[in-house]
């Protein structure tokens, strides 16, 4: 068989996380990965498709913006066209928004240099019922200066320790956060993260932590020293998954962009 | 039993209509109506209490802002505590925002003097997965200087019939809208219609012939030509449930901040 009918296919999509138990494909339960290799299956006749996501998200956590690459072999549909062809099988609460041929090279998830998430919180009294899949209501009165001072200290390369979750699988805790910080958009308050990669349940300890020691009156300083011990249970409570969304990968030469 | 104790209770309220058989309750099928009258009867020992909306939505119609009363007696909640007590017990696709003692003789559907309505479109590669169940598809690359010169022949005191489900119930299909427009908002096309009342599919009957008749090609004299057949045979076909969103009610004296 000759290496030209193989292709590298790069996929743009988005997910609701609500019903998925994760990205990862799993023995059980529902996943977004599973979910698409199925899909590809059927449009490979048959064959086995493995897909490569730019790094794995949470049960209950969506993506409105995820990067995923797969090798297609003996396909007759167009590299542009999978994008139609797989949103006409996949369920609604996955959207592939873009399909293009990328050179052999491209990995998914080795070349992304920054990941960019944002979690979505909400009073009670103004969260909507279609707001409720995308977003968490927390009572705090947030003053965002006191907020941004403290997510200030989470930027630089820091070891993580404290803010993974205790069977995060990595042995080097090192990451760097690019920036963080909140700001107000409608309804919502808005904690915005970018970094070159993220621990297991990192953003989301990240948004609880700040919450409650927001609530407990700390400062900069407590952010500075739950790092400096490195010891998950300084941390507070990891936030839900619902209002958690992956944004945006970016790769190499796009890094400028952002 | 003095009549101190009973009190009539307003509740402002969303829900995400997808997983519904619309608003009124029925014998069988999942009802906005029948899920907050049973929480309603949870929160008055078991006493049956009738639920009043401004109106009724469709199966899969959403509500980001409706209107509904019910007379509560011998009960200790709070009038604005409703809103607490029954977010607490009902599903979270629908959410009391407000709820407050009003006047004995008002009346959420009487007493309404204006409804308006939002159905959100989008291009198929726009739509995010969280956006599926709150936008309908449209491949269409809508000149919007031409879809406002037709929904403008919509203004105005009409009889309805040509939009109307054959179904309706109401004898007298005259009913006046006050506006009717297109505009953008971030990857959406939205319509947006004001009026005092609608027949049952009006809305969603006006979004499918507009679009119909701007992929024909048509203008304003062609919906000014549906209007004045009174066949519902002329119009379009009733575009999908998941765009479309009751989006205010607007009574008596407030009128004037609308």
């Known amino acids: 068989m000759s290496s030209a009918s193989i292709r590298k296919i790069r996929l743009d999509l988005s997910y609701d996380g609500t019903d998925f138990e994760g990205w990862q494909i799993q023995k059980e339960g529902r996943t977004v990965q599973g979910e698409i290799e199925k899909a590809l299956k059927t449009l490979h006749k048959g064959k086995d498709i493995t897909l490569v996501g730019s790094g794995r998200t949470d049960s209950g956590v969506h993506a409105s913006f995820q990067v995923a690459h797969f090798e297609s072999e003996n396909s007759t549909v167009p590299s542009e066209r999978f994008r139609q062809a797989l949103n006409s099988i996949l369920p609604r609460d996955i959207r592939i928004m873009k399909s293009r041929e990328v050179d052999p090279s491209f990995h998914a998830r080795y070349d992304a240099v920054m990941r960019v998430y944002r979690y979505y919180l909400i009073k009670p009294e103004d969260q909507k019922a279609h707001m409720c899949r995308y977003s968490t209501t927390s009572v705090l009165d947030l003053d965002l200066k006191k907020m941004n001072e403290m997510a200030m200290e989470l930027t630089g390369s820091h070891d993580f320790t404290s803010f993974a979750a205790a069977r995060d699988p990595n042995e080097n805790k090192v990451r760097t956060i ?7 958009e409608g ?51 990891s936030a839900r998954p619902y209002g958690l969304f992956l944004d945006k990968v970016i790769y190499g030469s796009e890094k400028a962009l952002y």
């Open 187 to 237: 309804p919502y308050t808005v904690f915005r993260v970018a970094g070159n990669a993220f621990l297991w349940r990192m953003v989301r300890t990240m948004v609880g932590t700040l919450l409650q020691q927001y609530e407990n009156g700390g400062g900069p300083e407590n952010i500075r020293e739950i790092l400096e011990k490195k010891d998950r249970t300084l941390a507070g409570p």
């Open 178 to 184: 690019h920036s963080a910080r909140f700001y107000r």
